[in-house]
């Protein structure tokens, strides 16, 4: 192909799960950011692909076979039937969204790699889902003609503990929907308190997975020793998928009595601004993120963050959030603080919102489009 000319490329979306969360985020944002004249097809889970087709009416969108919605089934079919559809659909490039890709295409392989967490913070993954993902990422970087990354922080640590090629590797920040995370109406708040059941009392937030390195357990214990001295002391929504952290269960037991925990399990995606824009404080202290999605989301919802410096999170943050550990006693006082101090978390709030705005998913389709230029040329 010419220089500078658009490959057509295949996007394997057969990843995105059906909560929309964190891959889905990064899928749907990308598609939906890329130009109308970009030559694309995109491979979607068949309950997805009248989702994709409206979404995406200048794109063919084509559908996986019934099975693929099974991991194991997508996982084998990622090796043989996504090449031979590469072919069929004469892809130049083909995409692939989530760590894994093929190990043999008759065209150039790109993948994102998401974060380096496997490696940096192994103690917080079982074995097999360990096991599984290291081994992923490492084929990926040495099968891909080019990786991308949400941050410069994942580039760094792929590079120096797994001695990946600088040169291959393209730095593309996630983005957030301007219109879908917003500060919330009134309206929208009232709607999102009434379906918690929490009336008028405040809260805190915390929106993500429950996977141990997001370190929900110690914000439990952080949250109860900021607030259980407080006459009215603000509660914790615990929102996002069950994940596999059984600490969690024994921190929540815990909670002395007069204090209120909420698990809503996931939130409509319509309710995050009225969620995320109702709390207190979004409360994100996390072991290490590969970018920090929810950290993005609650400052675009013009709520005050408390987050730690963990890998990309000052990327993501800057001067823009409030820091803590991950200790919960310092949690509990950096909390606290956040708590005490209205006038700090308006001005939290603002900053944050300005800076979600330079976090744009066109900026990060231009760095992917520029990725799939120089995989097809070589």
Known sequence: ?????????????????????????????????????????????????????????GFQVVAAPAAVAHRPARLAWEQTGLPLLAQQVGAEVLHSPYYTCPLRATCPVTVTVHDATFFTEPEHYDKSRRTFFRSAIRTSLR??????VPSKATRDELIRLLDADPTKIDVAYHGVDQEAFHPPSDEEKARVRARLGL??????AFLGAKEPR???????????????????????????????????????ADVPAHLRVVRPGYLRYADLPGYLGGALVAAYPSYG?????????????GTPVLTTPRLSLPEV????????????????????????DES?????????????????????AEVHLNAWRRAATG
Request: proline letters at 6%.
């Open 143 to 148: 099968r891909a003609a080019r990786v991308i």
């Open 199 to 204: 009336g008028r009392q405040d809260y805190v």
């Open 317 to 340: 943050g800057g001067d823009a959030v409030a820091y803590t550990s991950e200790d919960p006693a310092q949690i509990a006082v950096d909390l606290a603080s956040l708590l005490d």
């Open 344 to 364: 700090r978390r308006a001005a939290l709030a603002k900053a944050g919102l300005d800076r979600a705005k330079e976090f744009t998913w066109a900026s990060s």
């Open 214 to 252: 997001k370190n929900v357990p110690n914000l439990v214990r952080g949250w109860a020793a900021a607030v259980r001295d407080r006459p009215n002391p603000p509660a914790l929504v615990i929102a996002g998928g069950q994940g596999h952290d059984d600490e969690i269960d024994s921190a929540v």
């Open 1 to 57: 192909m010419t220089a500078g000319r658009m490959p057509r490329v295949l996007v394997d979306a057969t990843s995105v799960p059906a909560d929309r969360g964190g891959v889905g985020r990064y899928v749907d944002g990308l598609l939906g950011a890329l130009p109308e004249d970009a030559d694309v097809v995109v491979a979607a889970l068949r309950t997805d692909v009248e989702r994709y087709s409206r979404m995406l009416p």
């Open 289 to 301: 993120e590969g970018f920090g999605l929810p950290v993005l989301e609650a400052m675009a919802c």
